[in-house]
């Protein structure tokens, strides 16, 4: 129904910067929000970010708050994680998420294979 593919991991410094990209594609489906979760090893998946697709108000975890934006480009079903003045304990496999407007669970329906942050120097 909804495929998510996610790019833009990778290995960086602390105090480094990256941006993830996450694009829906599929058929019969309308966006109602976007968001990032990260799973670190030996911890639960956690929430960092999530963007409402038509208003554009935005949440953040505030581990990340000040540090991370969340944005989104409508006409490309596309959402991006901007993460600035990276720390160690960001390291973690992040997952991009999509909320279906055409289900009714109020939870994220589809989810990504998720790309991996490394911050390490």
Request: glycine letters at 10%.
């Amino acid at each position: 129904q909804v495929q998510l593919v996610e790019s833009g991991g990778g290995l960086v410094q602390p105090g480094g910067s990256l941006r993830l990209s996450c694009t829906a594609s599929g058929s019969d489906f309308s966006i109602n929000a976007m968001g990032w979760f990260r799973q670190a090893p030996g911890k639960e998946r956690e929430f960092v970010a999530a963007i409402n697709w038509s208003s554009g108000n935005t949440g953040y975890a505030p581990s990340v708050k000040g540090r991370f934006t969340i944005s989104r480009d409508n006409a490309k079903n596309t959402v991006y994680l901007q993460m600035n003045s990276l720390k160690p304990e960001d390291t973690a496999l992040y997952y991009c998420a999509a909320d279906d407007r055409l289900t009714s669970s109020v939870a994220f329906d589809y989810w990504g294979q998720g790309t991996q942050v490394t911050v390490s120097s």
